[in-house]
Structure formats: structure tokens, C-alpha cells
């Protein structure tokens, strides 16, 4: 079992940036694949970014460069560094854990955080 509880959510105007964390505890952390995944309020959930034990990642195409995705295996912390945030990029961000493919389809992900909500204004 992996428990997931993100942080660093907010609001924060256009083109201004947020980083959000998510501690993971769960002795097995370090064996998967991790990821962000966000739902914006009348759309499917999408995946933003997937990251494997070591530095291989995944961005989604709207990502454009803009966020980046890092996990810090000694503290059982993944991260989401996100620059130049639109008010599209609003939404509840979650962490994911579990899977054991680099993947964004959110079925292959075991365990989920509740969420952080993410406000972009213009």
C-alpha cells in the first residue's frame, strides 16, 4: 500500500508559477512509476506528467514545456514545478502512484492522493 497526500496548491495570477508536492509513504514508493493528473470541472481526468523511479518522464502535450516533474526517492516526495500557469491550467491536480509502465492512462495508476486545487486568474 502506498498513501499519497499532495500540497501546494492555490491561486495564483496568470503566468505565475506553483510547485506541488506530494509525500508518499508506503515501503514500496521507490518500485513505481508516479504521476500527476489533473480534472478540470466538466472534463475527464488527464494525465500532466508521469515520472519512473529514475529521471525518464512523460508530459502532455498542453504542458508545452512549461511544468516539470521531478521525485525525490530519499523523501519519498514527488514534485510538479509549474511556470507560466494559464487559466486553463485550473483544475484539482492529483498524484498517482502504482503503476509499473510509463503511462499517463490513469487506469494502470494503484493509489491516489485526494487532490490540491490549482486556481489560475487572468
Known amino acids: 500500500q502506498v498513501q499519497l497526500v499532495e500540497s501546494g496548491g492555490g491561486s495564483v495570477q496568470a503566468g505565475g508559477s506553483l510547485t506541488l508536492s506530494c509525500a508518499a509513504s508506503?515501503?514500496?514508493?521507490?518500485?513505481?512509476?508516479m504521476g500527476w493528473f489533473r480534472r478540470v470541472p466538466g472534463k475527464e481526468r488527464e494525465g500532466v506528467a508521469v515520472i519512473d523511479s529514475g529521471d525518464d518522464s512523460i508530459y502532455a502535450d498542453f504542458v508545452e514545456g512549461r511544468f516539470t516533474i521531478s521525485r525525490d526517492n530519499a523523501k519519498h516526495t514527488l514534485y510538479l514545478q509549474m511556470n507560466s500557469l494559464k487559466r486553463e491550467d485550473t483544475a484539482i491536480y492529483y498524484c498517482?502512484?502504482?503503476?509499473?509502465?510509463?503511462?499517463?492512462?490513469?487506469?494502470?495508476?494503484?493509489?491516489w492522493g485526494q487532490g490540491t486545487q490549482v486556481t489560475v486568474s487572468s
Open positions: 508506503g515501503d514500496t514508493y521507490n518500485n513505481y512509476y
Open positions: 498517482a502512484s502504482g503503476s509499473n509502465i510509463l503511462t499517463m492512462v490513469a487506469g494502470y495508476f494503484q493509489y
